[in-house]
């Protein structure tokens, strides 16, 4: 058996044909094609053995009489198969199959039949999937057109090389590695080369592949101009914070830790670091490298900064864990929508997405004259319906009152994009399957405004870098969904939220970059019924608001606390260690969604190690707590597009400084209009 798969463990049967024959025989023809049948039924009589076996072998028969090379096909059961979708994937995954055909009859007798190119020497110019829905009455007229369209498959198939030369000879005058001879030769490197050689060559030609110069360049100019603005514009700024004066003093920084202290800068500083990260994070990201690759550059970058470009200052710990991390975060959730919008189409909403996320793929693209790859199927939006999407817009009003017994309205505006790249999410399939790349992207931001301006901001970005997935769902007679899916991966997120007032205080906000934890997303299908439910558990680092500082200060002062709650007018804020955690229980019937959501977060501050810690007297511990219990109910409006979200959340906060404690909470009355698309 030549395939490098374990065939014999499937319900399987293995048919080697050669062109213009019908009896079983050896295809060792370099030449031949290796395909793989996959057959499944929504009609209950039709989910055995034999009627599987007979479906195998009449579209092995077809493609063996109009393939001009040997056919050898391999089958799998995939509706009576429970490890079907896992062996499909192995198939794909051992590149031992030039084709995958889906065969699928629906339950009203109609056939759905796919045909995916598994080539591994496939690029831009091979389709990569087709497919048919075919309709006909009789048996034998869905036969004669599921024939007829295998025969396109074939004639492309015959042809390919054909097609192939003439695109090469048409794109060779601007080729600089392919040279076409006056006597009809290839050459290269002034060598004569075959045309599989040839084509390889032209073909690699401006390929993206990983791009260690630019990526380098890219970060030193970044930090070229960085270090431009913090010496010559905001030097006078930035001078409170010299603590190095001549070789002798940045010598002792160099040689020890010491000099890693946690800053005393604003608030707004030390989170727009985050996002001075994404610029290490996406040059490496865009010039090819994978996440954990552009997280490697992320923190050499931050650490270029903090050593030669603030050479003056001590080393910020704080800005050495939210630059590279919550930079790499944030830049992996966008690299994931940028990939998904370029390969969009040309409609206006998917234009205006993929320049704002995927911007440095595309400038990327037009420097290395790349033609960016375009999904096989849009959706009606012209969205890349090849990936699992799920993406709405909302508006509406908010209702708040707080322990204080102040009470506001406000009208509220919100988003909700998700993109998940496993294979068969949310859909028909079963099998397990371990994925070692980013599978799902999450942005959230929702903001309140009322009488006295904005009010509440929150936003999220959060990635499952790497996921083991399971799932067994199928279809009923009635095309409903029954079964289960699993999935279970590494997970980091980067939050914010700010609420105007809670208790009386002014302005209570905590910054999270939730560093690595886990996730988990289970989903239920019984008829009519959908239940979803979600876990994520991280570890933490925070810049959060004290709730207790001004009661303290209002008894002790604050001479000798942490250098960081005094440097700015209402900083107000300390770094923190901790844990966040949420979980959230959906469930839906025919269009009607009740769900509820715990959020959880505990911040414990750290000592020792403040950028003044010779002067800090009252080293004293703080402690915050935010939880967040809410609940929903939504409803359709207009067909599956817009829908009414009625909720409930109350949030409850506490925090202590010392023996200083206060309580408060704050309740939330929303209705929302939300549109999906």
Known sequence: MKFSIPLTSWFIFVL??????????????PSGRNILLSVAS????????AWTQDQCTVLHSTMAGLMRSSVTTACVGSGIDYAAFRKINEAKASKDFHYHIRLRELANGSVKLQVENWKTDRDETDFQSVGWTIDESTPELRQQLVSKMLNH???YDRNERKLKELLLVN??????????GSNGEYYSNFRKVSFEQAYERFKNEGVKQKNFLRTTLEIFATLGLGTVQYYFVTAEENAIDWDYNNWREYRQKVSSFKSWRFDTNESKVNIAHAFAGTLYAWAARTNGFNSLESLMFAIAGSTAWEYLCEAREKISINDQIVTPVGGFIIVEVLYQFGEFFTRGGNTLPNRILSTIFGGPQRFHAWIDKQKLPRADRLDQYGFNADVWHQFNLSTGYVQTGDSSGDSSGGISGGMDFQVVTLPSYDQEGAGAVFVKDTVMSQLTANIVYGRTGLQDVSALLKAVLAAYYRQDITRDEQDRLNGYSFMIGPTASVEYRSMGEIGGIINDWHASVNVIGAGIDVIAYAKDVRVQIKLDVFSNFTLVRSLAVEDYASVHGRDGIKSVMNAHEQNNYYYAFGLTAGSSLAVSYRGLELGGEVTYGSYDSIEGLDRF?????????????YLSLKAWFAHPVYRKNIKMVYSVERVERTGEMAEMSRIAHVNRYMGR?????
């Open 171 to 180: 794109g060779l005058i601007e080729s600089e590695a392919v040279l076409l």
């Open 42 to 49: 929504e009609q209950v009589e039709h989910r055995t053995e």
């Open 153 to 155: 498959v074939a004639v």
């Open 16 to 29: 080697s044909v050669a062109p213009g024959t019908s009896a079983p025989v050896q295809a060792a023809e």
């Open 673 to 677: 209009l939300v549109f999906l698309f």
């Open 613 to 625: 810690q010779e002067q800090v007297t009252r080293d004293v511990h703080l402690q915050d707590r």
